[in-house]
Structure formats: structure tokens, C-alpha cells
């Protein structure tokens, strides 16, 4: 029992599976003697992996449900932000404004884990101005994504900035579901503008 409670323990990425061998390694310490050993030492080493498995993955989903609602971000009752703040690229919203360190692909596809929202009114390189989900079914491919991401942005770039988007020399890059997200249920596209350079204020037209 002490080995499958110190195996238990070590996945401790899985939390319950870390919180069954912490209670099987304190079985195996309150059922062993001075006289009868049941594996007192690896039942020990077990609940101490475990302890800090478990705070390690604390830690870790504390800090992702921050980036889900940004950290020192705040929002007006509007939804607008009115301070800067790091968030998922899940959590940004139609109307954020926002940098990005991250070289953006020639392709346009872009996968980034976090960006910088700051107002509007401060300088910023993109601004996201239309966002939609695309229809349920089998994975299409990466291709198919892509264009139906980029028919779906340019689609609502006229409303927006008030050119043409075959003719526009503003810069689009599309957020879009890859293959991994979108098995968990992910088809939302964000589509969000830019000038190339940092800017303050809207480019909506």
C-alpha cells in the first residue's frame, strides 16, 4: 500500500489521484508499529510530494484564473478597461485594446498565450473590433479555419474602420481555435486591428 500510495502522490498533477495516496500514506503510518514497518519511509516521502504537488497546482490555477480576469486590469461598467492589465488571449474582449511582444506569422494565425490590455486612450498595437463563433462539427483543418477566420474578420472591417478591406493599410491578425482547443469546445475567432506602430485612441471610422 505505501508504493501505491507514493505512486499516487508523484501524479500529483492529478489532484485527486494525489489526495487518495496522502490519505493511503497516512494509513500506512497509523497502521505501522516499532515492530511491524509497512513502508513507513516511502509512505512519508509520499505525503510530502503530494503536499507539494498540491500547493504547486494551487498556485498554478490561482495565477490562470487571474490571467482569466487580468491581473490589475480593471473594467468600467461598460466592460471598457480602464486600467493595464495581462490576460489570457481567451479572455480579451471585443473593444480591448491591447500589445502583443509576440512576432506575429506571416500567415496571420496567431497562438499567444497572454497580451498587455491597456485603454484606449494610451498607446496600443491592436485593437479587437469584431469577434464571432464558427459552427460545431469535426475539426475542419487548419486551413479551413484560417479562411473561414479571415472571411469572418474581413467581413466586419468595413463597419468598423470604415475602409476597405482589400484596400486598407491597416494590419489585421485573427485569434481562432487550433485543433486542441477546439476538442475541448472552442470556435470562437477574435479579430483585432492595427496600424503596425503604436497609437493611441480607435481606428473605428
Given at each position: 500500500m505505501a508504493t501505491v500510495a507514493l505512486v499516487l502522490c508523484c501524479i500529483f498533477f492529478i489532484p485527486l489521484a494525489a489526495i487518495v495516496g496522502i490519505g493511503l500514506a497516512i494509513a500506512v503510518l497509523v497502521k505501522s508499529t516499532p515492530t511491524r514497518n509497512y513502508g513507513t519511509g516511502k509512505a512519508v516521502t509520499g505525503i510530502a510530494i503530494g503536499l507539494c504537488g498540491l500547493m504547486i497546482m494551487f498556485g498554478l490555477f490561482?495565477?490562470?484564473?487571474?490571467?482569466?480576469?487580468?491581473?490589475n486590469?480593471?473594467?468600467?461598467?461598460?466592460g471598457a478597461a480602464t486600467t493595464s492589465g495581462t490576460v489570457l488571449t481567451t479572455a480579451l474582449r471585443v473593444g480591448d485594446c491591447f500589445n502583443n511582444d509576440t512576432e506575429v506569422p506571416e500567415s496571420e494565425?496567431?497562438?499567444?498565450?497572454?497580451?498587455?490590455?491597456?485603454?484606449?486612450?494610451?498607446?496600443?498595437?491592436?485593437?479587437?473590433?469584431h469577434g464571432f463563433k464558427l459552427e460545431d462539427g469535426q475539426w475542419p483543418g487548419d486551413m479551413q479555419v484560417g479562411r473561414l477566420a479571415e472571411g469572418g474578420c474581413a467581413e466586419a472591417f468595413q463597419g468598423f474602420t470604415?475602409?476597405?478591406?482589400?484596400?486598407?493599410?491597416?494590419?489585421?491578425?485573427?485569434?481562432l481555435p487550433v485543433e486542441q482547443s477546439w476538442s475541448e469546445g472552442d470556435r470562437r475567432v477574435l479579430c483585432t486591428v492595427g496600424t503596425g506602430a503604436l497609437r493611441a485612441g480607435s481606428l473605428r471610422g
Open positions: 490561482t495565477w490562470l484564473a487571474t490571467l482569466e480576469n487580468g491581473t486590469l480593471d473594467r468600467d461598467q461598460d494565425v496567431v497562438m499567444v498565450g497572454t497580451v498587455k490590455v491597456v485603454p484606449c486612450s494610451e498607446s496600443h498595437q491592436w485593437e479587437a473590433y470604415g475602409e476597405s478591406y482589400h484596400s486598407s493599410t491597416l494590419e489585421v491578425i485573427y485569434f
